[in-house]
């Protein structure tokens, strides 16, 4: 049974950057899309971005899109997100999950899921 890990969650402030890491075990890393997605208190776990096996095609949500950016090492077997200009409503558990395929975009296409990481931040 494989599993991801997430760290870098914390309290900051509005306007600030945070990274956060996720690495992956069990599995056959490079063969897979990744995922970072949320969720908030009262709302549904949503995707936030993910990127193909190769590391060279990504997606993000409109919500984050030109603020945060997704990256992998598949040696390292790790995927990335890097979060810039963060606001209130970016606070939520951040959960990465390994897709089913090569690249994935819905929930339903991630089949490995990590137990998330705390994002807080204040205004």
């Known amino acids: 049974q494989g599993q991801s890990v997430e760290s870098g969650g914390g309290l900051v402030q509005a306007g600030a950057s945070l990274n956060l890491s996720c690495v992956v075990s069990?599995?056959?890393?490079?063969?897979?899309?990744m995922g970072w997605f949320r969720q908030a208190p009262g709302k549904e776990r949503g995707l936030v971005a993910s990127?193909?096996?190769?590391?060279?095609?990504?997606k993000y949500a409109d919500s984050v899109e030109g603020r945060f950016t997704i990256s992998r090492d598949n040696a390292k077997s790790t995927v990335y997100l890097h979060m810039s200009s963060l606001q209130p409503e970016d606070t939520a558990v951040y959960y990465c999950?390994?897709?089913?395929?090569?690249?994935?975009?819905?929930?339903?296409?991630?089949?490995?899921w990590g137990q998330g990481t705390q994002v807080s931040v204040s205004s």
């Open positions: 990127i193909h096996s190769n590391g060279k095609s990504a």
């Open positions: 069990g599995r056959a890393f490079s063969r897979y899309g």
């Open positions: 999950a390994i897709g089913r395929t090569s690249w994935g975009f819905r929930a339903s296409e991630f089949a490995q």
